[in-house]
């Protein structure tokens, strides 16, 4: 069972922070006691219709963009033994049709109006969300409307769309985390309908028909049971009139209330352990608590913070820090309308389960013994607080959060309330839940281990969670209103160069500094070096060690992360405004001076080890790799980004120093810098921070492209699994071809709940739940290719599918009216993809690093829109060529998916 995400915690977002020094940091821990937080509600108005519709508008200009979504109060905790998955498969139909649009056509409308439309089932809600651009905000309002109220759920439409969820859940089946989730959720509820999966059982799923499916939407789906909200640049006037309208004949039903039977208390420590095909040894630790509107979640907030949120968390800090004994651990609250859960999770080696569940248990006892220190508090209090903040720089997370109070609590208002009653939480509080929840009694205890594996979940084993640390242990464990400018760039003497833009929305700044890297210059033999590297940077430099990095970044509610590519390598950081001089002093630290300390080494490669060993449990994983490996045989772009095991144990830190050297040169770095700063202040003291970064004369390697296939190419693993999963793809267009505008315009047309492939295989043919297409393009070549999982009985007609939509699109091309959706579709989501301060700084410092620009998103915008019908023919004919593709697929058939289909089948048999 993992933490929750998003949309299910009360205030989401960042983890981590920073500050300039040790005594810096206690003076702000101890005096600091609130930070600059603006409402999500100032600005919000809230309406109640005639017939019970609650509408939230908020205006907010931003950006060009407007999130609008509908939660419906119903989730699967709503249904009956024999509905199970009723309320998820709805969640999929209200899509399908209605009298004024076709199957197809909802979608379709957004995504020509540059936008995108989704849905999600939880136990709780449901939710059906639109992001758009502002000027097609009443085309928004006006699709969304006519799904959630007059779905035709054509008999027809629902047996196909079954299939499709039926797919969804084999692909669940291949999922270790799924299963142990669904297997825990039922350990922990006896009674309570929580107890089912979401998506439901594949005998109720085949089980519903047209009836059953409008006698449940007569229960829920009534005015009085949904929330819309809408947060955007739109008139609030003009929006709630529209809104009025299209509502007005909301389809009279009769509603219900809800009854779902009484968890009894738990007064057994229960456990569950599962042997499957995996490589790691999956762990959850869950505790009942109270619903999410007990006083007591404020505390189990700050808890769950403290215990296994960010670096500096007591978990991470002594299972993965100190002792290295997980590859991954944290904790979440699942705060749900009845009482829920508070859960540990951690993935680790079957070898240090002993000395894992140990050392959870030690910490266990101790946040339940011991009051929690100020610092711990005051930094959990800041946290909290930030998150709200940064959930704050686009449209969508304000309405989820304007949306979430209201449907889950009962008041938009609530969510100023939450943040006055987080700052209230004492330590005393803490111990208090901490003591009172986290039982023996009460605990669940689940596990998913390799077949074979000697593994066993005793009582004995399981008591000594509980048992109080040894001292040594013990001991060890304690240790504003808007200004939105132009980027500006500036070469610094030493050739490095400098982005900077002002955007004084939030008090936020998001830095992103990066050098051409990655998988395309890694030596041969050295595969996963660039990854190792950028996994290094902030786990130690000659001025701080790894603990002191994490402490300082967490405590000013911050993030600092390394990251690698396939063609770059950098960090990455958010901060509170004004903590920016510490975080530009620390990423300055982390990228001109970085140990790569052998302890920290030791820890990493573990990790990757780990990570390398888990995609033999994710089979799309294995799938892409295949793929790119047999795509690219002569090219760097063919190795695995996480390298292989040996590689990975032979890389030294000497080997690590040099190539990072190799690469680590001042013209070879880019730095973006976007938010809540003064530009005039900031650029001389970067230039001051990277005044000893030394000039160089050296150059980077020279890497040839990919020679062109001349022929097909098949490959297949064979692994036991509920689905096949296959990619038919080509070499791409790279980042500075002519060719990659309209490549771009084609994968759209075909991805997407409008496109081709979504349209003719997923909803016409129910051959697959996932299916897309997808492109990579690089530095001098890329890739591009479709995407399916689908039963192994309908790997030939599905193979035979991606050939046909592939054909149609070299032959015929594009309609004009597909090209004109795909362009609307493409440049209405590069606004909604760059509304935060950190998308901008990673796609300029990218632009700009592949010799693009750092301006280079108008042109490209400019070429997008000038991409004629021609065009996009001449790029499907130099890209999809007949002869010269890549087949390859992942799952428990033999992989003979076979040549082309279905004409070159005829051929080979002559």
Not at 64 to 69: E, F
Not at 337 to 349: E, M, N
Not at 395 to 417: E, I, K, P, R, V
């Amino acid at each position: 069972m993992k933490a929750l995400n998003k949309k299910n915690r009360i205030i989401v977002g960042i983890r981590y922070g920073c500050i300039l020094s040790v005594l810096w940091t206690v003076l702000v821990l101890l005096f600091t006691t609130h930070l600059y937080a603006a409402s999500v509600t100032e600005g919000a108005k809230r309406f109640i219709l005639d017939n019970g519709f609650t509408v939230i508008l908020k205006q907010d200009r931003s950006a060009p963009v407007a999130s609008i979504q509908v939660w419906v109060k119903t989730g699967s905790a709503n249904e009956t033994e024999e509905e199970a998955g009723i309320t998820h498969l709805i969640e999929h139909m209200i899509f399908k049709g209605t009298p004024a649009r076709s199957t197809g056509e909802i979608a379709r409308t957004i995504e020509a109006a540059g936008g995108h439309v989704n849905a999600y089932t939880s136990f709780d809600r449901t939710v059906y969300y639109v992001e758009i651009p502002s000027a097609e905000f009443h085309t928004g309002l006006d699709v969304l409307l006519d799904a959630v109220q007059h779905s035709l759920f054509d008999a027809e439409e629902l047996e196909r769309e079954k299939e499709v969820v039926l797919e969804e859940y084999r692909r669940s089946l291949d999922i270790p985390e799924t299963q142990l989730g669904w297997d825990m959720m039922a350990l922990c509820y006896q009674k309570h309908p929580y107890r089912r999966p979401i998506i439901g059982y594949e005998e109720t799923i085949r089980s519903f028909d047209r009836k059953a499916i409008l006698a449940y939407m007569d229960k829920w789906y009534t005015p009085r049971n949904m929330v819309l909200t809408a947060v955007g640049d739109f008139n609030t006037g003009k929006a709630i009139e529209s809104i009025k309208t299209l509502v007005r004949n909301f389809p009279e039903r009769i509603g219900n209330a809800p009854f779902r039977p009484e968890e009894p208390p738990q007064t057994d420590l229960r456990k569950i352990i599962k042997k499957d095909r995996v490589q790691q040894v999956y762990l959850n630790l869950a505790w009942h608590i109270p619903e999410l509107t007990h006083e007591d979640m404020y505390p189990l907030n700050i808890l769950e913070i403290i215990l296994g949120h960010g670096k500096s968390s007591r978990l991470y800090n002594r299972l993965k820090m100190d002792a290295n004994l997980v590859t991954s651990v944290g904790a979440g609250v699942y705060a749900l309308s009845d009482p829920g859960l508070f859960s540990l999770d951690a993935t680790l080696g079957p070898d240090k389960l002993d000395a894992a569940l140990k050392a959870i248990g030690q910490e266990i006892f101790r946040i339940t013994a011991e009051p929690v220190s100020d610092p711990e508090l005051t930094q959990a209090k800041i946290i909290s607080e930030a998150d709200f903040v940064f959930d704050m720089e686009d449209m969508s997370g304000q309405a989820q959060t304007l949306a979430f109070f209201q449907t889950m609590t009962g008041d938009m208002y609530n969510a100023d309330h939450y943040l006055s009653h987080m700052q209230k939480v004492t330590a005393a509080d803490v111990l208090r839940v901490a003591a009172k929840y986290l039982r023996p009694k009460n605990l669940s205890i689940g596990m998913m281990a390799p077949e074979g594996s000697e593994i066993s979940l005793e009582e004995k084993a399981a008591a000594s969670l509980f048992k109080p640390p040894d001292s040594e242990s013990l001991a060890k464990a304690a240790q504003r209103p808007e200004a939105e400018g132009q980027p500006v760039k500036v070469v610094l003497p030493n050739g490095m160069r400098l982005i900077v833009k002002e955007n004084h929305r939030i008090p936020g700044v998001s830095m992103t500094a990066a050098f051409l890297g990655g998988t395309r210059l890694e030596p041969p033999g050295k595969w996963g070096i660039s990854g190792f590297a950028a996994d290094m940077l902030t786990r130690g430099t000659r001025n701080r060690t790894a603990a002191q990095i994490a402490a300082t970044v967490e405590a000013c509610a911050g993030r600092l992360n390394g990251f690698s590519g396939r063609n770059s390598l950098g960090v990455s950081g958010r901060f509170l405004s004004k903590d920016i001089h510490a975080g530009m002093e620390l990423l300055t630290d982390v990228l001109l001076h970085p140990d790569f300390p052998l302890p920290e080494m030791a820890k990493v490669r573990e990790d990757i080890l780990a990570n390398i060993k888990t995609k033999k449990d994710r089979p799309t994983q294995e799938l892409f790799d295949l793929f790119y490996q047999t795509l690219y045989p002569h090219h760097p772009y063919g190795h695995p980004q996480t390298g292989c095991e040996e590689t990975i144990r032979a890389i030294t830190r000497g080997d690590l120093q040099t190539w990072y050297r190799s690469v680590a040169m001042p013209t070879n770095l880019v730095l973006t810098v976007v938010g809540d700063v003064n530009r005039e202040q900031l650029i001389p003291y970067v230039k001051t921070l990277f005044a000893t970064f030394p000039s160089s004369d050296e150059k980077l390697p020279m890497v040839a492209p990919e020679p062109p296939l001349k022929e097909a190419k098949v490959a297949h693993i064979k692994r036991p699994g509920a689905q096949t999963h296959l990619i038919v793809g080509y070499l791409g267009a790279g980042v500075e071809s002519r060719l990659n505008p309209p490549m771009a315009l084609i994968k759209t047309a075909l991805a997407g709940q409008g496109g081709r492939l979504f349209s003719e295989l997923r909803d016409e043919q129910s051959l697959a739940y996932a299916i897309t297409a997808f492109r990579s393009p690089g530095l001098g070549t890329g890739a591009f290719g479709a995407y399916m999982a689908c039963d192994p009985a309908k790997v030939e007609t599905a193979t035979k599918g991606l050939f046909g939509e592939l054909d149609r699109i070299r032959e015929e091309g594009l309609t004009e009216k597909e090209l004109e959706a795909a362009r609307s579709y493409l440049l209405g989501n590069l606004q909604i993809g760059l509304q935060t301060n950190g998308s901008q700084a990673m796609q300029m410092t990218l632009d700009e690093l592949y010799g693009l620009g750092y301006n280079r998103l108008p042109a490209y915008i400019r070429e997008i829109e000038a991409v004629t019908p021609e065009a996009i023919r001449h790029a499907a004919r130099e890209i999809i060529l007949p002869e010269r593709y890549v087949l390859v697929t992942v799952g428990p058939d033999d992989g003979q998916p076979g040549t082309r289909m279905p004409d070159e089948g005829k051929e080979d048999e002559g």
